[in-house]
């Protein structure tokens, strides 16, 4: 089996993909996707969102459970945020709502 013919259209592929490809600028082409690449690092938004403020989310919730008006939706609140200074208002409300 002779393989000088295909090392030599293996050759002439590389050499013509690699040093006249249009976006190779005589490096090889892996240096330019890795060059695009930290760019692109730069560039891109973050993919996971910055963690929100959980005092708003607290009284967001605190929020709810006031529209919501019921005993439940007010102890579920309590429960889960028992040493926020918005569950002593929770706690009021809920002593309004069960006279």
Do not use: C, W
Not at 1 to 30: E, W, Y
Not at 75 to 82: D, M, T, V, Y
């Amino acid at each position: 089996m002779k393989l000088r013919p295909l090392a030599a259209g293996i050759f002439s592929t590389i050499m013509a993909l690699g040093a006249d490809h249009p976006l190779s600028d005589g490096q090889p082409v892996m240096a330019n996707k890795a060059a695009a690449d930290e760019i692109g690092k730069q560039v891109r938004d973050p993919t996971v969102p910055p963690a929100r403020d959980p005092a708003i989310a607290v009284a967001e919730e605190y929020e709810l459970a006031r529209r919501k008006g019921t005993a439940e939706a007010l102890e579920l609140f309590i429960a889960r945020h028992s040493d926020d200074p918005l569950a002593e208002k929770a706690r009021a409300e809920l002593r309004r709502l069960s006279r």
